[in-house]
């Protein structure tokens, strides 16, 4: 594999095929997790783990599952592999594991890590196969950091609210009070809001989309100077 | 023909191998991970009981001091409860209970209550609720101090009246807005009080001879035992309304309280 490839493994991960906001995927925790920063990136470092992970573990075997049962065998493969982190995790990293731990069984019944399993990791390297799942899951937690952000503001008008649970007393005076005084704004943190602060997101990267492409048509020039 | 059957044998035994080869993984890190993880929850429950409890009030193994407590309409349970008894120099200094409140604002609202010896509320802590975030959710400490209406709180301080939130007439504030919710903590912090009380020589005289010279508690009424306290299922009688698994608990209460704390 060459630079090339590499980079656009890490730009279709972060851009292009973007989970949370174009491939629309593994919606059911998005929405639940993101009520506030910290949360959104508890469950997105998690699954970006787990994704990479599954996705080398996958690469690796590949070449042994035959294509008639590999569904099954790629589900038992990631959720061994979720199983032993929480294990693992619970035992040596408690304090982590009491603030990520109940993400990590909702990794499991997250589509997107079967997706990127069976659609790349089955057909590719492990290295290549690895770092595409490590750029999907970020990608995700982009998305969920800034839902998450959106939401805690609008919500509660802190931000970062929680630090504290993750890294201890210190990191209290992180916490950033965005609006003094407020009232707080039910229906942000509530479900509804995470579909319409969703929404935005979608179409906020669909703009800029359309914009650069258009830039692309009018200017074609401005982008050879750019490549070169 | 053969082929058909060589290939789906085929296929179906590296399913097997998979099937095998997970399994034996799984069961091996749960047996390395097994007692770090047993330490690690007990610990974190230590830590949620002393954030009602201070450390400094009692000297005992109190993860061990296990008390099962049988279903009670005044605990609010509806299946027996872990009760966890704190001692200090080996005079009972405090109780930890569990408690639930059944009519919060969308369901029951788990609530952890340490009373200490005399009566007096050490802390209250919410355990595990599902209010409305950002409206009800000040019950928890993580939100709010709210809570600590409790601290120091007795059922001989207030009156029953007084066990209700300001705007019923009691003494504990609430926030606008929502009333349902600290309605029903504080109904069932009481509730568990007056379980404390009706049951206290039961939960802390434990029959044994260990420690005859200690001071008697004290024992306002004769506790008002029900049925539900004293009777387990097959209708047997036991003292303190304990099922039998729990005497090696009850046993080593009175054998190891002395074991300071580092």
Not at chain 1, 212 to 228: C, D, G, N
């Amino acid at each position: 594999m060459s630079l090339a490839d590499y980079s656009k493994i890490v730009k279709n991960g972060l851009w292009t095929q973007n989970t949370g906001v174009v491939q629309l995927l593994g919606m059911c925790p998005l929405l639940a997790i993101s009520t506030s920063v910290v949360n959104a990136l508890g469950l997105g470092i998690a699954t970006a783990i787990v994704m990479s992970l599954s996705n080398g573990a996958v690469s690796a075997v590949r070449n042994v599952v035959p294509h008639e049962v590999r569904i099954p065998v790629f589900i038992l493969i990631i959720a061994v592999l979720v199983t032993v982190i929480q294990f693992v995790m619970n035992a040596f990293v408690h304090p982590l594991y009491l603030v990520l731990g109940i993400f990590i069984p909702l990794i499991v019944t997250n589509c997107i890590v079967l997706a990127r399993v069976d659609s790349f990791a089955s057909k590719n390297h492990v290295l290549p196969a690895m770092l595409d799942g490590l750029m999907m899951g970020l990608g995700l937690t982009v998305v969920l950091v800034m839902l998450g952000a959106i939401r805690e503001v609008a919500g509660h008008g802190t931000l970062l609210a929680g630090l504290d649970l993750a890294l201890g007393p210190s990191a209290k005076q992180f916490v950033i009070t965005v609006l003094p005084g407020y009232k707080g704004f039910l229906l942000a943190i509530l479900p509804p809001g995470a579909f319409i602060g969703l929404g935005l997101l979608i179409a906020g990267k669909n703009y800029l989309d359309q914009r650069a492409a258009a830039k692309q048509t009018i200017h074609p020039q401005r982008v050879e100077v750019a490549a070169t | 023909m053969r082929t058909a059957l060589s290939i789906s044998s085929r296929t179906a035994g590296v399913l097997l191998i998979f099937a095998v080869v997970g399994t034996a993984l799984l069961a091996y890190t749960f047996s390395i991970t097994r007692t770090t993880i047993e330490h690690n929850e007990e610990l974190a429950k230590l830590a949620l009981i002393n954030q009602a409890l201070p450390a400094d009030l009692y000297d005992n193994d109190l993860i061990r001091d296990v008390l099962m407590l049988p279903a009670d309409p005044l605990l609010g349970t509806d299946e027996p409860t872990p009760a966890y008894r704190a001692t200090l120099k080996g005079q009972p200094a405090a109780l930890v209970l569990e408690a639930i409140a059944p009519d919060g604002y969308s369901g029951k609202i788990k609530l952890l209550v340490a009373i200490r010896a005399n009566g007096e509320i050490s802390g209250v802590r919410v355990v595990a609720h599902s209010e409305t975030p950002g409206l009800g959710d000040y019950i928890d400490i993580l939100r709010d101090d709210w809570i600590k209406h409790f601290d120091r709180r007795s059922a001989a301080e207030y009156k029953a009246e007084d066990w209700q939130v300001k705007k019923d007439g009691g003494k504990f504030d609430y926030m606008t807005g929502a009333t349902i919710t600290p309605r029903a903590v504080v109904k069932a912090v009481y509730k568990a009080l007056q379980y404390f009380e009706q049951h206290r020589a039961a939960l802390f005289v434990t029959g044994s001879d260990a420690h005859q010279d200690r001071t008697p508690l004290p024992t306002p009424s004769p506790p008002q035992e029900r049925d539900t306290i004293n009777t387990s299922p097959d209708g047997k009688k036991f003292g303190l309304g304990l099922r039998e698994g729990d005497a090696g608990s009850l046993r080593k209460f009175h054998v190891e309280p002395q074991e300071a704390k580092p």
